[in-house]
């Protein structure tokens, strides 16, 4: 069973521009969630779809956002990218909503804003 | 503010000894905790998790310690294997909460001396 995939593994943009990142999931899971992580401050929960439907959003502006496809695939966009979102963003994939122990992540994508 | 600390960044541990990971948390509304392990170019696997309704739990050469008077939580891994050098992150949630309560640590770099 192939496991979770994204892409770009990595991404260089500049302050002000916007990027898109993408998620395909475990076939047959149906929740995704996102987390951004950094050096200071470990792995910070983004949002969770699941079905299409934004489940579950973290404490992050608006600047970043979700999407979900009929397919389960999700994509996530950050807009007006500052210094500050500098990370590696992993994505997670699970059967079901909410259940962290089967969360399976992929290697994730390194964002470098400039 | 943090509410999940791993103090020590990196463990250097000898090849078959123990390798003890701890994990102190500030916020008294957790009450289900993970581990989760981390290889370079890929995402966190779940290890081992613990519910506060008990104070041990083992799989294998890991065993996960739960102090909930101390707010304190220890990965214990016997014997260590080269196998286990990663980066281990503890997690913690309140249960039902679901993703948007799973807070993550830092991080600690274990790394297996042969």
Redesign the interface.
């Given at each position: 069973k192939a496991g979770v995939t994204q892409t770009p593994r990595y991404l260089i943009k500049t302050r002000g521009q916007q990027v898109t990142l993408s998620c395909s999931p475990i076939s047959g899971h149906r929740s995704v969630s996102w987390y951004q992580q950094t050096p200071g401050q470990g792995l910070q929960f983004l949002f969770e779809y699941f079905s299409e439907t934004q489940r579950n959003k973290g404490n992050f502006p608006g600047r970043f956002s979700g999407r979900q496809f009929s397919n389960s695939r999700s994509e996530m966009n950050v807009s007006t990218l500052e210094l500050g979102d500098s990370a590696l963003y992993l994505c997670a994939s699970s059967p079901t909503s909410g259940n962290t122990d089967t969360q399976y992540f992929g290697p994730g994508t390194r964002l470098t804003v400039l | 503010d943090?509410q999940?600390k791993q103090n020590s960044p990196s463990l250097s541990v000898q090849e078959g000894r123990i390798s003890i990971l701890n994990c102190d948390y500030t916020n008294s509304m957790f009450d289900?905790f993970?581990w989760y392990k981390k290889y370079p170019?890929?995402?966190?696997?779940?290890l081992i998790?613990i519910s506060s309704i008990k104070d041990k739990n083992e799989d294998g050469r890991f065993t996960v310690f739960l102090n909930k008077s101390a707010k304190h939580l220890s990965l214990h891994i016997v014997p260590s294997q080269p196998g286990d050098s990663a980066v281990y992150?503890c997690?913690a949630?309140e249960i039902?909460?679901?993703?948007?309560k799973?807070?993550?640590?830092?991080?600690t770099r274990l790394t297996i001396i042969p």
């Open positions: - | 943090q999940v289900y993970l170019a890929e995402g966190p696997t779940f998790s992150f997690a949630s039902g909460r679901g993703n948007e799973l807070t993550f640590g830092t991080g």
